[in-house]
């Protein structure tokens, strides 16, 4: 009777133990979560913490296409040529971007890229863009890209076939909006009848790697952008803007790689050789001591929910002179079947054109023509396929086309 006495005493005691131990670590966890709720507290309170209450929001967008090209007896060489001066959009292309709010109004943008140029498939991923943007208050903003500055970031794309044409002369707008233009900082003036933006950029730091930005890479220089944008009447927008650029070489000699620029006298112009597509942006580039004076203007109107029109010129001096020109037409339905409709144009003027070759051996080539049209069929929200038909007329050549592209975005 004693043993079981002292048996049921023993297991109380161990009980009472164990009850106390559990007592003493309750009590800690209840203090560090006091301290957590604490901490939690103190931060979210904290007005100088610029990510409070942030989320990171990824998007992304896969990009492939391919075409059927009908060249019959053409010279390739020269075919190839007009269609790099359109940019022919084929291969494989991948984007994300990431968007980080900041201060609750600011956003920072962060995005890398992939091409074809890093392999079809499984390219590697290169930084694209840097953006800061400050909303100061709702009419007046502030934006900063130090890496990857591009102009439709300071200013505003009047172009229903944005993103959507079977080139890059359709798909980007005019050319001094889709060139890489380095750093940038700039401002926003926004009313109630339209806006006004103004920039300076500085070409030759922070532009990226890739073919498509090797020359900008090689010159040095400053820019100043301005846009007007007016609202018109409801669902119309009319922009006039402009670019004055001033680049010249960062270093001398045979070009054999990144950051060389050849100094040797040309024997032809740089434009009698490849197609008139090409703006005087490229020109620029091509003999980087010169300035760029570039003037357009952009008209846009929705006519219904779906359907916009619209269409754009712009006038580019360098050493050659162009006029570069769009009308497109776009039904964007999110369901069922979309199309549109596109043609362009560019002249440049061989007038003021230096070199040995005499004038009547570019004035064949001094004009381009390109029609496109095609059908989007959605399938479903985030994908769509896009079949269409490009024809280019370059002089004497012409080169039809029949296109495929399919984007993927979520």
């Keep these: 009777m004693e043993l079981l006495w002292r048996f049921q005493n023993h297991e109380i005691e161990i009980l009472k133990r164990l009850q106390r131990e559990a007592f003493s670590d309750l009590m800690k966890l209840r ?47 020269q075919v190839h040529n007009i269609l790099d001066a359109i940019g022919m959009r084929t291969g494989a292309h991948t984007r994300f971007t990431f968007q980080t709010p900041v201060r609750q109004k600011d956003t920072l943008v962060t995005e890398f890229v992939a091409s074809q140029t890093n392999g079809v498939v499984g390219g590697t991923l290169s930084l694209g863009k840097v953006l800061y943007l400050a909303n100061i208050t709702d009419w007046f903003s502030l934006i900063a890209i130090p890496v990857g500055a591009i102009g439709k970031d300071l200013g505003t794309v009047l172009n229903p076939s944005q993103d959507h044409g079977l080139t890059d002369f359709s798909a980007l707008g005019p050319p001094v909006f889709s060139q890489p233009l380095g750093c940038a900082a700039g401002i926003t003036l926004q009313g109630l009848k339209g806006s006004a933006s103004m920039a300076e950029l500085v070409s030759g730091f922070g ?32 922009s006039l803007y402009g670019l004055h650029r001033n680049t010249r070489p960062l270093t001398k000699g045979w070009k054999q790689g990144t ?40 008209l846009e109107s929705e006519v219904d929910d779906s359907m916009r029109i619209g269409g754009w010129f712009e006038y580019q001096k360098t050493e050659l002179r162009s006029l570069n020109w769009a009308v497109s037409i776009i039904d ?9 409709f596109s043609v362009g144009g560019s002249t440049m003027s061989s007038a003021t054109l230096l070199g040995t070759v005499p004038q009547t051996e570019c004035e064949n080539k001094s004009m381009q023509l390109q029609l496109e049209a095609f059908l989007k069929l959605n399938l479903g929200k985030r994908c769509s396929l ?23 975005h979520f």
């Design 31 to 77: 203090e560090r979560q006091d301290k957590t709720e604490r901490m939690l507290a103190f931060f979210s309170s904290t007005k100088g913490n610029p990510f409070q209450e942030s989320s990171t929001h990824i998007k992304g967008e896969v990009d492939l296409g391919g075409a059927l090209l009908f060249l019959g007896e053409r010279n390739f060489s």
């Design 207 to 238: 532009a990226q790697s890739g073919p498509e930005n090797d020359r900008e890479a090689n010159v040095y220089g400053f820019s100043t952008f301005a846009q007007l944008l007016i609202h018109l009447a409801q669902g119309t927008r009319l």
């Design 259 to 298: 950051h060389v620029i050849s100094n040797l006298p040309s024997e032809y112009p740089s434009g009698c050789d490849t197609s008139r597509g090409m703006s005087s942006l490229d020109a620029t580039h091509n003999n980087p001591s010169n300035s760029l004076k570039s003037v357009g203007l952009m």
């Design 332 to 340: 964007d339905s999110d369901n069922g079947l979309g199309w549109g």
């Design 386 to 408: 896009q079949p269409g038909f490009l024809c280019v007329v370059d002089g004497q050549t012409r080169i039809p086309a029949l296109m495929l592209r399919s984007r993927w």
